[in-house]
């Protein structure tokens, strides 16, 4: 018989399930429960860009495709990111077209990273930057980054959390869960810190067309950054794409080479239709995403006035999909008020501490629902809160 | 804004004005007298249910009628398109551009009724020179609403 506790790396042993499971494992379980708790978009992927996967499908493009994905969509995805955020990146050697973001955070991250190098992450964040970095070998050095700063990144923190061996620098925004976005000052400030350093930055992008109010910056687009920094984004989330698995990283050539090295080994190719569908998109998704981007919009007010309404502090979140009230009033911490509200009213959230200590006192709620979901899920939660006599 | 309320009502009809005031960023004095003078000036007509018609007992049996009308000269189509309107087995009519002049869309208890109501009423007035009616066999969607069963949330929880 094997003797499995001999068999695992003990980084993988020790990695904890995501905190965004636990409750909706439990939630499966129960009946009538409403939730608010899924990070992908409800729409569908818009027609036409469906329909351009369909027709590559019926025209036997079901090959693989070069390691860095297809030219035409390396093409696109320079115009876009040109036209949109004024950075440049050359399709030939600089950007590599990834499954999901994901996988594009993974390959930069093991791409710099060696045993006992650090990587800074904020947090309140995405859950994948910590298990990532200790799996490539590297030293999560966590910035709690606060709700009376908006939940931005400082440069006083930054300037703290550097040491000699810091080796990246991962900047999330705008933010899940927080949806914090950090305007051309504030990453100018961060620029100032990072100018004579070594640090390679890994923008997390992949809500910049989702900032309300607000057009996103991208941090490579900041004077002197853009040779150290590597930018993600993807199809998901701008449109709609989720299931598709398609992401992309730009960067320098030095940087994008080795990061498809990994990705040449590891997985080869994205998805040969979801390249197909994303030429479309960025071709002639704009509309689309206008459109979706105004429901959001829509939703994301609805969300922060009702759950101010009922007594839940929430500042005005200025990208991505979710809001991020304070739970202060009800004097529990972030789990206990999950499992309650879970187990008294039915409805499912995420609580904050699943994104790092600092989510501590704090929710996640997405608005990737309709209005009559959100407006029912407030209410049952204003009743929660009323019965605990808040 | 007043688009805008134009829009949510037309989606859904029993927003409250608070829940409207919140989606559009204002107060919900605001929305209401807004949504009043919408009223007033005759741009919201009516507020109604949609109904899936084929699940109700008694279901009413719809037809699309076209009609072909010789158009008075002063007048237009007008004055038919008007006393078409005014019976009650009429829901809409309109206009068409193409093979035919109005279209007219006609409930009835059973198809003899419907049957009946075109040959009796619609083919003879005067100014309509002939009819074709097509009836309705099953819906599928209604006012943005689909109708058939659909699949819910299949959204799963990855992370």
């Known amino acids: 018989m094997i003797d499995y506790s001999k068999v695992f790396n003990s980084t993988v042993e020790e990695m904890k399930p995501s905190g965004i499971r636990r409750f909706f494992d439990i939630a499966a379980t129960m009946e009538g429960v409403i939730s608010l708790g899924v990070g992908e978009p409800d729409f569908q992927t818009p027609w036409h860009i469906r329909k351009a996967g369909i027709t590559s499908l019926e025209r036997g493009k079901t090959k693989y495709t070069s390691n860095s994905g297809l030219m035409p969509l390396r093409e696109e995805i320079s115009r876009y990111v040109e036209r949109k955020y004024g950075v440049k990146y050359n399709p030939e050697n600089e950007i590599l077209i990834s499954v999901g973001g994901s996988e594009a955070i993974d390959g930069v991250i093991r791409a710099v990273t060696q045993s006992g190098d650090e990587i800074i992450i904020p947090q309140p964040s995405y859950v994948c930057y910590e298990p990532m970095t200790a799996l490539a070998g590297g030293t999560p050095v966590i910035i709690e980054t606060k709700a009376q700063d908006d939940f931005k990144l400082t440069p006083e923190a930054l300037k703290a959390a550097i040491t000699p061996k810091t080796k990246a620098l991962i900047l999330p925004y705008p933010c899940n869960p927080t949806g914090a976005i950090m305007e051309k000052e504030d990453l100018e400030k961060i620029a100032q810190v990072l100018k004579d350093t070594n640090i390679v930055v890994i923008s997390d992008e992949i809500y910049a067309e989702l900032t309300f109010g607000k057009r996103h910056v991208s941090f490579a687009s900041i004077e002197g950054m853009w040779d150290r920094t590597v930018t993600i984004n993807g199809f998901s989330k701008t449109f709609s794409m989720t299931g598709w698995r398609l992401g992309y990283a730009c960067g320098p050539k030095e940087i994008i080479k080795n990061v498809t090295k990994i990705h040449q080994y590891a997985i080869m190719c994205a998805p040969t239709t979801a390249q197909y569908a994303a030429i479309e998109a960025l071709k002639n998704g704009d509309e689309a995403v206008e459109n979706m981007k105004k429901e959001y919009n829509r939703r994301r007010k609805l969300m922060v006035s009702s759950f101010n309404e009922i007594g839940l502090t929430c500042r005005e979140p200025k990208g991505a999909f979710y809001t991020f009230p304070s739970i202060a009033v009800s004097g529990m911490g972030s789990d206990e008020f999950c499992e309650k509200l879970l187990m008294e009213e039915k409805v499912a959230l995420v609580p904050g501490t699943a994104f790092g200590e600092s989510g501590e006192g704090f929710i996640r709620a997405s608005y990737c629902y309709s209005t009559e979901h959100i407006i029912e899920a407030v209410e049952r939660t204003g009743r929660f809160l009323k019965k605990l006599g808040k | ?159």
């Open chain 2, 1 to 159: 804004m007043k688009s805008e309320i134009v829009k949510l009502l037309t989606e859904n009809a029993r927003y409250t004005f608070d829940q409207m005031a919140k989606m559009l960023g204002c107060d919900a004095k605001t929305v209401e007298a807004e949504v009043k003078a919408l009223e007033k000036e005759g741009i919201i007509k009516g507020y109604k249910t949609i109904v899936d018609i084929e699940k109700c007992e008694d279901a009413p049996v719809s037809a699309m009628v076209e009609l072909n009308v010789i158009p008075k000269a002063d007048l237009g189509f007008e004055e038919v398109a008007q006393r078409v309107a005014e019976y009650p087995q009429v829901e809409s009519v309109y206009l068409m551009s193409g093979g035919y002049d109005l279209n007219v869309v006609v409930k009835g208890k059973s198809l003899h009724d419907i049957a009946r109501f075109v040959a009796k009423e619609l083919a003879t007035i005067d100014s309509v020179t002939s009819t074709a009616t097509h009836f309705v066999m099953r819906r599928y969607k209604e006012m943005d609403v689909i109708l058939c069963e659909n699949e819910g949330d299949d959204r799963e929880y990855i992370l």
